[in-house]
């Protein structure tokens, strides 16, 4: 059984428009993807393809003039607003896209602490024996299992840079029990000897049962960690597909979208895609998104929007894909 379930999932904003009409902006239609314990599923795509607020309906974080339709389930039942309160920051844990999360006033070392109740009992207890038994914990965290210099523990956020920040925040998410981890864009600019630090501990998390749901740009790295890869474009996902399908100029690959995001790469072809993705609302509400860009599009791609449907292994959105 999956941990993380969302199916069908659109995700819209409201707005007012004039003196008393409003209007409302599609960012996220009928996506669907699954995170199992121990899997780490890597959601790829460019920038307002709905990554991010993918992530924010999962924690139940989005602002309140969104509005959500469809399923997600967690651990086998609906994860209700009530339960992503309960659950987030214990079970469910969520790494930031900006470090702007990071408390300016407090100093990282005393932001570096477990979260899960269970966790937390420890915390006690090593705090009954001295605040500084804690910050030294902290201090291994964050130079034995993250990289960053001696002392980083007892330093300001402001005094980091963005890298050391981020890697702060990844620590944060991490020093407790968590089950299931949403990491949104938690890497840009580590260092790329740090990165693959990171990229293994993720790893061992994972191979210790935990879920990680990993949401990047970064295709190369994701493939060094990641079991499957869920490819997003215009608010859904076109494919999900194993990390060793992407291999050579994508002949495993079903989808014509992640075939040429894989062949852009400049370790690969670095064939440039014509055209650009649709912006927020302006998705098609027939037929496929892609169409406008594909070069084997068919009058049949304009008149339907394509199911997600299994082949060979992988899900894909595509009618034309075998």
Known sequence: ????????????????????????????????????????????????????????????????????????????????????????????????????YLDPLLKVGKQVQPVSRSSERKHRSATQTGPRTVMQKAEQELTGRYGLPQGTSGKYPFELSGGMARRVLMATATSGEPKLIIADEPTPGIHPEVLAETMKHFRQLANEGVGILWITHDITTALTAADRICVFYAGSNVETAQVCDFTEKGERLRHPYTKALWNALPQNEFQP??????????????????????????????????????????????????
């Open 1 to 100: 059984m999956a941990l993380l379930e969302v199916e069908g999932v659109s995700v819209s904003f409201r707005r007012a428009r004039g003196w008393f009409g409003h209007e409302e902006t599609q960012v996220i239609q009928d996506l669907n993807l699954s995170v199992s314990e121990g899997e780490i599923v890597a959601v790829v795509g460019a920038s307002g393809s709905g990554k991010s607020v993918l992530a924010q309906a999962i924690m139940g974080i989005l602002p309140a003039n969104a509005m959500i339709k469809g399923w997600i389930s967690y651990a086998g039942e609906p994860l209700t607003k009530d339960r992503q309160f309960h659950l987030r920051g214990d079970e469910l844990v969520y790494i930031p896209q900006s470090v702007s």
């Open 273 to 322: 895609l014509s055209g650009t993705q649709p912006a927020a609302g302006q998705q098609q509400v027939e037929g496929c998104s892609f169409a406008p860009r594909c070069i084997g599009a068919t009058m049949a791609c304009t008149n339907q929007r394509p199911e997600l449907r299994k082949v060979r292994g992988g899900e894909v959105r595509c009618i034309h894909a075998t």
